[in-house]
């Protein structure tokens, strides 16, 4: 059985054999043009972000399962693959804590304003003082009492709840944009006008695209603080990076674009500001949790070989 890794690159571990007679061939990248021909023979296929849309699976006729090695797997056309008897799966909530916690860093750093401290003993500021320390006008902004507003409340979010209450802050779980608010949540709306600290944690799809535009961001505390750990896309990043330059929000900090690499640029890059964090969508990257990636992403071959597939997405 012919396995193939489109793009070995994306997964920095070390993979273990597969437990079944196979064949094995592994790229570090592979462009579109490139799918087809690597694919030809294969019954199964491991992808992170390699594109399959419907004219690629109608050309791979052998082909039965593309393994994803992440939790989203918008790159591929479920549809697609359901029509051509193609199973598709991923992984699940392996990343969790890291992305949490690396939320939550990006919180400190920005409400706590490290970077702004930071640039100012560089700067020489402390050195020059007046007295012990240096404070600048506008003072840092505690986590204790203030508002943790979720957007998503899947695995992901439900760690960040946790967090948040562990900081002594008041939680509040946003229900979906346009839909009557279940119980032990809040209109949308409603929730971002509370937000001190608004988290984003959903998936990306057609409902969730620049589900953080202009308006969303005017209906914000001025000095609120935005964290996107989830996909990009979600947030408008033309309008955020308007509201950082207008002052017009408090602070932002992103792991996710739109495009990825953002080889053409991104109005977000440009903005030098110590209010806005951004991470090259490495939040999930640690040691124990590339492991557990490495593990369910294998094991779904594996029991999809033995006929018992696993985290089925079509």
């Given at each position: 059985m012919k396995v193939v890794f489109l793009d070995r690159y994306a997964?920095?571990?070390?993979?273990?054999?597969?437990?079944?007679?196979?064949?094995?061939?592994?790229?570090?990248?592979?462009?579109?043009?490139?799918?087809?021909?690597?694919?030809?023979?294969?019954?199964?296929?491991?992808?992170?972000?390699?594109?399959?849309d419907r004219a690629t699976i109608a050309q791979l006729p052998e082909l039965k399962l593309i393994a994803v090695s992440a939790t989203g797997h918008e790159c591929i056309d479920v549809d697609a693959c359901r029509s051509h008897g193609i199973t598709?799966?991923?992984?699940?909530?392996?990343?969790?804590?890291?992305?949490?916690?690396?939320?939550?860093?990006?919180?400190?750093?920005?409400?706590?304003?490290?970077?702004?401290?930071?640039?100012?003993?560089?700067?020489?500021?402390?050195?020059?003082?007046?007295?012990?320390?240096v404070l600048k006008d506008t003072l840092p902004q505690d986590l204790h009492g203030c508002t943790l507003v979720i957007v998503g409340y899947g695995a992901l979010g439900k760690r960040l709840a946790r967090l948040g209450e562990a900081f002594d802050m008041k939680v509040v779980i946003a229900e979906r944009k346009g839909q009557t608010p279940r119980a032990g949540?809040?209109?949308?709306?409603?929730?971002?006008a509370q937000a001190d600290v608004l988290c984003i944690a959903c998936p990306i799809s057609e409902d969730t695209r620049n589900l953080i535009d202009a308006p969303e961001?005017?209906?914000?505390?001025?000095?609120?603080?935005?964290?996107?750990?989830?996909?990009?896309?979600?947030?408008?990043?033309?309008?955020?990076?308007?509201?950082?330059?207008?002052?017009?929000?408090?602070?932002?900090?992103?792991?996710?674009?739109?495009?990825?690499?953002?080889r053409d640029g991104n109005p977000l890059l440009s903005l030098q500001q110590p209010n806005l964090i951004m991470t090259p969508h490495m939040a999930f990257a640690s040691n124990s949790t590339l492991a557990r990636l490495v593990e369910q992403l294998l094991s779904n071959i594996e029991s999809f070989v033995a006929g018992a597939p696993r985290n089925v997405v079509s």
């Open positions: 997964i920095r571990a070390a993979l273990r054999p597969l437990r079944f007679a196979h064949e094995w061939q592994e790229y570090p990248t592979t462009a579109p043009e490139q799918v087809v021909e690597r694919l030809s023979g294969a019954r199964i296929a491991i992808t992170n972000r390699v594109r399959f598709v799966t991923n992984v699940r909530d392996w990343s969790t804590p890291a992305v949490a916690e690396h939320a939550f860093a990006m919180i400190l750093s920005l409400r706590r304003q490290l970077l702004v401290y930071r640039e100012a003993v560089a700067a020489g500021e402390w050195q020059r003082s007046h007295f012990y320390g949540r809040v209109a949308f709306d409603d929730a971002l961001l005017a209906r914000m505390k001025g000095d609120a603080t935005l964290i996107n750990t989830a996909r990009g896309g979600i947030v408008n990043e033309q309008a955020l990076a308007d509201a950082l330059r207008e002052g017009r929000i408090g602070a932002a900090g992103l792991d996710s674009l739109a495009q990825e690499p953002p």
